[in-house]
């Protein structure tokens, strides 16, 4: 019987997580692929960024990442969203799953702030390419994101690498790894025009320490 390696049992330990049950448009709520999400932790975990670690799930969505840390060994986990629904349906999800390590917050990660210093903080951010997002708002993640984490895992639209490289540098991080990914966005919305729409996404590993 062929092995199965443990990236790829994650994968299919959380291929069962559902996607968002009400995107909001305004919120650019896509949700992560269990591909993306699985060779990303594991990465993570493989660079000493996951286990028994205190970990921050920034914009957490259905609380994807949050899950996926915890099944890796995170000590504890953290995760905020502005929208309720969000939270709402990440917390039915980890009762199911009986995971008892994640903190679910209600509110808006740009206004997050803490004393504390998480060990790890991941973040998919809206792009801002929608008209009704707010302009800027993944560089608004970042400065958010840099105040409280030494390690970063921030995802941005490949076609913005420089400026986001030179975002990151000019607030103090250092950019250790990057992770390129096809990342598949199905129609879900009224102004999408195809079936699916595949945007090349780079995830930077920062260091703030």
Request: net charge negative; glycine share 4%; charged share 25%.
């Amino acid at each position: 019987m062929k092995k199965i390696s443990k990236k790829k049992h994650l994968e299919m330990l959380i291929q069962s997580i559902p996607s968002h049950q009400n995107p909001k448009v305004e919120l650019e709520q896509y949700s992560t692929p269990s591909t993306i999400v699985a060779d990303l932790l594991w990465n993570a975990y493989s660079l000493g960024d996951i286990f028994e670690k205190n970990i921050m799930d920034f914009g957490c969505g259905n609380g994807i990442f949050a899950i996926a840390s915890s099944l890796l060994g995170a000590k504890s986990i953290t995760a905020i969203d502005i929208d309720e629904d969000s939270i709402n349906f990440a917390k039915n999800l980890v009762l199911e799953k009986k995971i008892n390590n994640i903190e679910f917050l209600i509110g808006d990660s740009l206004k997050f702030s803490t004393n504390y210093k998480y060990d790890t903080l991941i973040q998919n951010p809206p792009f801002g390419s929608q008209k009704k997002a707010i302009s800027g708002i993944d560089t608004k993640f970042i400065e958010s994101a840099i105040d409280i984490s030494n390690v970063i895992y921030s995802f941005h639209m490949a076609s913005t690498y420089e400026y986001i490289f030179d975002y990151f540098e000019k607030l103090g991080g250092k950019i250790t790894h990057e992770f390129k990914y096809n990342f598949p966005i199905p129609k879900i919305y009224d102004f999408h025009e195809k079936d699916l729409k595949n945007v090349n996404v780079i995830v930077f590993r920062v260091e703030n320490y």
